[in-house]
């Protein structure tokens, strides 16, 4: 049974960072595209990142581009969003996604699992 566990979420103050944290099991994640979504209340899931299976393509949505990071860990099982300089705006529930064999993964539609979520919220 495939799992995707998200972990690193909170409450911080504008400016500040966060580091999230996503561990699967129960598949082969080296197979699999891993990106980051988020959803904000009353609003659709939105892209935020993605990594390709070995770490050499990422993507990045413009609203966070230039201040997050995503990497992964093969051997960890694990994928990462380093979150700096955050915004009232990024205030959200983050989800974790891996899409099997995935190319370039902006779209919801594209990824296979889903985590349950943690949530950032970012105060003014």
């Known amino acids: 049974q495939v799992q995707l566990v998200e972990s690193g979420g909170g409450l911080v103050q504008a400016g500040g960072s966060l580091r999230l944290s996503c561990a699967a099991s129960g598949l082969t994640f080296s197979d699999y595209l891993m990106g980051w979504f988020r959803q904000a209340p009353g609003k659709e899931r939105e892209f935020v990142a993605a990594i390709s299976r070995r770490g050499r393509n990422i993507y990045y949505s413009d609203s966070v581009k230039g201040r997050f990071t995503i990497s992964r860990d093969n051997a960890k099982n694990t994928v990462y969003l380093q979150m700096n300089s955050l915004k009232p705006d990024d205030t959200a529930a983050y989800y974790c996604?891996?899409?099997?064999?995935?190319?370039?993964?902006?779209?919801?539609?594209?990824?296979?699992?889903w985590g349950q979520g943690t949530q950032v919220t970012v105060s003014s």
């Open positions: 996604a891996a899409d099997y064999l995935g190319g370039i993964g902006t779209r919801v539609r594209d990824y296979d699992y």
